[in-house]
């Protein structure tokens, strides 16, 4: 029997806008294991990012449970809420929000920063293998600016490996991105949890869930399906059977 | 938490900004620069003005004929006669608390050698009129009694004079000069004193004695003028109560009715100069305070703006785990820095501002060491408090707020 991760019960959550309240997410039981690679997918506005942002402990749900490694979040004070992520969550962002005139390295090393147990030399060490892991090793000293969509989301990827969390949770990770540049950052994330790493994915696009080992539908603030995926694309293969990059002609 | 690694932190976060850094540490250096150095200016020139006065004499006070203001209305006082020798007799029997007396009378005229010829004040005094004003002899030597006595034709001429009228070849002690047709036989040098707090040259004077001024030159039986020493700075109050003590008494004066003299000190006049000057440090010191509270708006301005900006980094910042403290400890650290350094380098810009002005207007460089505290500890509480207060509440904020504030 997997270890459970993530376990959420009658989870809610409500916005209130003036006079409107906006029910995004309505009552959503559901569980993450150990060694899982879920997609959290849905038409826009169906309360995916809501529902990652309560379980990166970014945002609090109005109502129900979320057990994150057996340990109940509404009993965490903003402190421990911060020591979570510290050592036991890495967020990807779609909009990667790395640190402007910040190197590679540094942008990697940050959660370090704030783990005091953390040397500065195991410090650096640490953020260099991220680096590797993701491919971008050459590339430390590297301002944001001078690399590429992709490459900036593999930095962020660094980021959320460098403390190894217990999971790792990407939202729209690769909504930026072309179709190859996609592909190489989920052969990525396919490598990683072959080595692993649970790993749950927020994505609107259907090719890109069926990288994964199960997708969870939302729907208004419900989980409408949970299915494994069964033909699950593998990355690498794909990549291999993409055309070759051609002028295109008019 | 790690204060090293915040540090660290903080250090990197003011690197990435250099700009905005530079920005906030000018309003420190302006603020602070502006205050040392206004401040400095103003107490210079005060304590260069109280230096000047008491240049002017010993405990110098000084009796003059009749009431110089009347129902507010300034009277001239040349032609008020009532001060005679008598009442310098008097004086210098009766009173005790001062040391040394001389009567005083002038006027102008023209000095003339060979060629030469110099408009200046000659002044009818005794010995003791040296000492009372500081001037001091280069050369020769002063009146005797004697030569007072019997209204001798002598005179003691200052550094202008010479200057003028003998030029640098001549020794002018022996020799004889005409003062308004009169023949003065030069018997004493004054050594150089330079100009006054209002800018009077106190070289361009001729001393002859009173007795010979009075008749041979004006014709006259009063006196113009009684100069005198306290015995000392604190008796000063004192011996001028008994100066017009004795002084009424000689004139006859009941009680009720006006002087017809008027007694003033050296020590009056260093307070009013001081109130003046004070006055002056005042309003040097206000254009400090503005450009002080212009620098902390600046400050202000940037750290408020940053924060906004930084609001972003800063729910990065809790996202990967740092908590609210962290955050506050990161702006505060920032703050402190810049305050640091901003204050140090406005610190060394206004003591080279002041000892530069200083030096220009020829004043006495002083380091005010409270004007330096003060203003270093308002622009540090301006910079820290609005670093740390805008942190403060974007990082009381959720994470993922922080992160999609706009
Ligand atoms: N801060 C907020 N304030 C008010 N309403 C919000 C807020 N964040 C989200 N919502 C609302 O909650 C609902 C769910 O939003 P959410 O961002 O979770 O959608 P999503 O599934 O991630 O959509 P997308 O695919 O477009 O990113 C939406 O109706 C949205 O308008
Ligand atoms: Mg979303």
């Given at each position: 029997m997997q270890k459970t991760i993530i376990e959420v019960k009658d989870l809610k959550k409500d916005y209130h806008v003036g006079e409107v309240t906006v029910h995004a997410l309505r009552k959503i039981n559901m569980q993450i294991k150990e060694g899982d690679f879920a997609a959290i997918m849905g038409t826009s506005g169906s309360g995916k990012s809501t529902m990652l942002n309560i379980l990166g402990c970014l945002d609090k749900p109005t109502d129900g449970t979320y057990l994150l490694d057996g340990v109940n979040m509404a009993e965490m004070n903003k402190k421990q809420l911060a020591q979570l992520r510290n050592t036991k969550l890495g967020f990807i962002f779609q909009s990667y929000n790395l640190l402007p005139r910040t190197t590679a390295l540094e942008n990697v090393e940050l959660p370090l920063y704030y783990n005091s147990k953390v040397k500065s030399k195991e410090r650096r060490e640490r953020a260099m293998h991220a680096l590797e892991q993701v491919g971008l090793a050459d590339r430390y000293h590297h301002m944001p600016n001078q690399l590429s969509g992709g490459q900036q989301q593999r930095v962020a990827i660094a980021r959320s490996l460098v403390n190894d969390p217990v999971i790792i949770l990407a939202d729209e990770a690769t909504g930026n991105l072309d179709t190859r540049t996609s592909y190489e950052i989920m052969e990525l994330f396919q490598k990683l949890n072959d080595d692993g790493k649970t790993i749950a994915f927020?994505?609107?696009?259907?090719?890109?869930a069926r990288f994964m080992k199960r997708n969870?539908?939302?729907?208004?603030?419900?989980?409408?399906?949970e299915m494994t995926v069964d033909k699950r694309h593998n990355a690498t293969q794909l990549i291999a059977e993409l055309p070759v990059e051609t002028d295109i002609d008019f | 938490m790690n204060y090293i690694n915040l540090t660290k932190i903080a250090i990197n976060a003011l690197n990435r900004n250099k700009f905005r850094a530079v920005l906030t540490m000018l309003g420190i250096i302006i603020g602070v620069g502006s205050v040392i150095g206004m401040l400095s200016i103003g107490e210079g020139s005060k304590q260069s003005i109280q230096s000047e006065i008491s240049q002017m004499g010993s405990n110098m006070i000084f009796a003059?004929?009749?009431?110089?203001?009347?129902?507010?209305?300034?009277?001239?006082?040349?032609?008020?006669?009532?001060?005679?020798?008598?009442?310098?007799?008097?004086?210098?029997?009766?009173?005790?608390?001062?040391?040394m007396i001389s009567p005083q009378v002038s006027t102008s005229g023209q000095a003339i050698r060979g060629n030469k010829n110099w408009p200046t004040t000659?002044?009818?005094?005794?010995?003791?009129?040296?000492?009372?004003?500081?001037?001091?002899?280069?050369?020769?030597?002063?009146f005797t009694?004697?030569?007072?006595?019997?209204?001798?034709?002598?005179?003691?001429?200052?550094?202008?004079?010479?200057?003028n009228i003998f030029g640098t070849e001549v020794?002018?002690?022996?020799?004889?000069?005409?003062?308004?047709?009169?023949?003065?036989?030069?018997?004493?040098?004054?050594?150089?004193?330079?100009?006054?707090?209002?800018?009077?040259?106190?070289?361009?004077?001729?001393?002859?004695?009173?007795?010979?001024?009075?008749?041979?030159l004006l014709a006259i039986t009063h006196i113009q003028a009684i100069y005198a020493s306290a015995i000392s700075e604190d008796s000063s109050d004192a011996a001028i109560e008994e100066i017009e003590t004795i002084i009424r008494s000689q004139h006859k004066l009941k009680d009720g009715t006006d002087d017809d003299f008027e007694v003033r000190s050296q020590a009056e006049m260093v307070s009013m100069f001081t109130?003046?000057?004070?006055?002056?440090?005042?309003?040097?010191?206000?254009?400090?305070?503005?450009?002080?509270?212009?620098?902390?708006?600046?400050?202000?301005?940037?750290?408020?703006?940053?924060?906004?900006?930084?609001?972003?980094?800063?729910?990065?910042?809790?996202?990967?785990?740092?908590?609210g403290t962290d955050i506050l400890m990161q702006f505060l650290i920032e703050a402190v820095i810049l305050s640091i350094i901003g204050g140090i380098i406005g610190i060394l810009f206004g003591l080279l501002v002041s000892a530069l002005a200083t030096n220009v207007l020829s004043l006495p460089f002083i380091i005010m060491e409270n004007a330096i505290l003060l203003s270093f500890l308002v622009c540090s509480a301006i910079g820290v408090f609005f670093g740390w207060y805008p942190a403060r509440k974007a990082a009381n904020l959720n994470p993922i707020d922080a992160i999609r504030h706009e």
């Amino acid at each position: 029997m997997q270890k459970t991760i993530i376990e959420v019960k009658d989870l809610k959550k409500d916005y209130h806008v003036g006079e409107v309240t906006v029910h995004a997410l309505r009552k959503i039981n559901m569980q993450i294991k150990e060694g899982d690679f879920a997609a959290i997918m849905g038409t826009s506005g169906s309360g995916k990012s809501t529902m990652l942002n309560i379980l990166g402990c970014l945002d609090k749900p109005t109502d129900g449970t979320y057990l994150l490694d057996g340990v109940n979040m509404a009993e965490m004070n903003k402190k421990q809420l911060a020591q979570l992520r510290n050592t036991k969550l890495g967020f990807i962002f779609q909009s990667y929000n790395l640190l402007p005139r910040t190197t590679a390295l540094e942008n990697v090393e940050l959660p370090l920063y704030y783990n005091s147990k953390v040397k500065s030399k195991e410090r650096r060490e640490r953020a260099m293998h991220a680096l590797e892991q993701v491919g971008l090793a050459d590339r430390y000293h590297h301002m944001p600016n001078q690399l590429s969509g992709g490459q900036q989301q593999r930095v962020a990827i660094a980021r959320s490996l460098v403390n190894d969390p217990v999971i790792i949770l990407a939202d729209e990770a690769t909504g930026n991105l072309d179709t190859r540049t996609s592909y190489e950052i989920m052969e990525l994330f396919q490598k990683l949890n072959d080595d692993g790493k649970t790993i749950a994915f927020v994505t609107h696009e259907e090719d890109i869930a069926r990288f994964m080992k199960r997708n969870i539908v939302f729907r208004d603030g419900l989980i409408k399906t949970e299915m494994t995926v069964d033909k699950r694309h593998n990355a690498t293969q794909l990549i291999a059977e993409l055309p070759v990059e051609t002028d295109i002609d008019f | 938490m790690n204060y090293i690694n915040l540090t660290k932190i903080a250090i990197n976060a003011l690197n990435r900004n250099k700009f905005r850094a530079v920005l906030t540490m000018l309003g420190i250096i302006i603020g602070v620069g502006s205050v040392i150095g206004m401040l400095s200016i103003g107490e210079g020139s005060k304590q260069s003005i109280q230096s000047e006065i008491s240049q002017m004499g010993s405990n110098m006070i000084f009796a003059m004929p009749g009431s110089m203001r009347r129902g507010g209305v300034m009277m001239g006082n040349s032609n008020a006669k009532s001060l005679t020798l008598k009442d310098v007799a008097a004086l210098r029997k009766q009173a005790r608390n001062l040391s040394m007396i001389s009567p005083q009378v002038s006027t102008s005229g023209q000095a003339i050698r060979g060629n030469k010829n110099w408009p200046t004040t000659i002044y009818g005094v005794n010995g003791e009129y040296l000492d009372i004003r500081k001037y001091e002899l280069e050369d020769g030597r002063i009146f005797t009694e004697q030569e007072i006595n019997s209204l001798s034709k002598v005179c003691i001429v200052g550094q202008t004079v010479v200057e003028n009228i003998f030029g640098t070849e001549v020794d002018p002690v022996g020799q004889t000069i005409r003062y308004s047709g009169i023949p003065l036989k030069v018997i004493g040098v004054l050594k150089e004193k330079g100009q006054n707090g209002m800018g009077m040259d106190q070289d361009d004077l001729i001393l002859a004695p009173y007795t010979s001024v009075q008749r041979r030159l004006l014709a006259i039986t009063h006196i113009q003028a009684i100069y005198a020493s306290a015995i000392s700075e604190d008796s000063s109050d004192a011996a001028i109560e008994e100066i017009e003590t004795i002084i009424r008494s000689q004139h006859k004066l009941k009680d009720g009715t006006d002087d017809d003299f008027e007694v003033r000190s050296q020590a009056e006049m260093v307070s009013m100069f001081t109130s003046v000057s004070n006055n002056m440090t005042m309003l040097l010191g206000a254009i400090a305070g503005i450009s002080l509270l212009v620098g902390g708006i600046g400050i202000m301005n940037i750290m408020f703006v940053s924060v906004t900006e930084r609001t972003k980094e800063i729910g990065l910042r809790m996202s990967v785990g740092g908590c609210g403290t962290d955050i506050l400890m990161q702006f505060l650290i920032e703050a402190v820095i810049l305050s640091i350094i901003g204050g140090i380098i406005g610190i060394l810009f206004g003591l080279l501002v002041s000892a530069l002005a200083t030096n220009v207007l020829s004043l006495p460089f002083i380091i005010m060491e409270n004007a330096i505290l003060l203003s270093f500890l308002v622009c540090s509480a301006i910079g820290v408090f609005f670093g740390w207060y805008p942190a403060r509440k974007a990082a009381n904020l959720n994470p993922i707020d922080a992160i999609r504030h706009e």
